[in-house]
């Protein structure tokens, strides 16, 4: 089983290569970005709390997308294995996923942590911000401030996957069907 975490900060490209990664080897997409949209579109309380939080560019709370992994893991029994994109953001997170992947006799494959700077990102966000409509890319304060909550929060999660020998990283500057083929490499020398 290939379960991989797909690490980076916002605009780094995680969605989009985890697209290809999961037709490439037939894995199950897990982005708790996704998950959350979804709620929000539905209307749901859980969807209406998440959605001012995420609006002001700041992570929601860790219990809400630990429990939509946990269901979404139990709803994927036969999978062939996970890519978790945007997930874990926190270290408790990724101490709660540890034991979610223990208590089904599974582990974390690898992390692979997508590296871009911040001047990229954030010129790459506003191009999205312009036809995605999403309220968290419209403007330069909102995106600085997600990349302020991903280097307090998020990336200590690179050292907690380097302290299990797990961590590696791919350059995500460059054409994507480079940056494809080299994630491709590292998930085959994980597998
Ligand atoms: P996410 O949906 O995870 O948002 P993201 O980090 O902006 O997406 P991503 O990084 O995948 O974007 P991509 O690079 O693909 O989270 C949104 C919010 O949800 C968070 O701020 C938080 O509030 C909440 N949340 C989610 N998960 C959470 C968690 N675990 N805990 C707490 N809160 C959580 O795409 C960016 C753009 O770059 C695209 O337009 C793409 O086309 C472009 N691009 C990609 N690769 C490129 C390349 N090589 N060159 C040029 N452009 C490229």
Do not use: W
């Not at 700041?58 to 139990?74: F, Y």
């Not at 942590?113 to 409509?133: C, F, T, W």
């Amino acid at each position: 089983m290939l379960n991989i975490v797909l690490f980076g900060p916002p605009g780094a490209g995680k969605g989009t290569q985890s697209a290809r990664l999961i037709e490439h080897y037939g894995l199950v997409h897990l982005s708790t970005g996704d998950l959350l949209r979804s709620e929000i579109s539905a209307g749901t309380e859980l969807g209406m709390k998440a959605k001012s939080l995420m609006d002001a560019g700041i992570l929601v709370p860790d219990e809400v997308v630990i429990g939509m992994i946990d269901n979404k893991l139990s709803q994927n029994p036969e999978s062939k294995g996970f890519i978790f994109d945007g997930f874990p953001r926190t270290i408790p997170q990724a101490e709660a996923l540890d034991k979610l992947m223990e208590s089904r006799s599974i582990s974390i494959s690898g992390m692979i942590a997508l590296e871009v700077e911040e001047k990229e990102l954030i010129s790459r966000l506003l191009i999205r911000g312009q036809s995605s409509g999403r309220p968290d890319d419209q403007n330069e304060e909102l995106i600085a401030q997600r990349v302020k909550e991903y280097n307090t929060k998020t990336a200590p999660v690179a050292s907690y996957y380097k302290g299990q020998d797990k961590f590696h990283s791919v350059y995500g500057i460059g054409d994507i069907d480079q940056i494809f083929s080299e994630l491709c490499r590292v998930m085959d020398s994980l597998s």
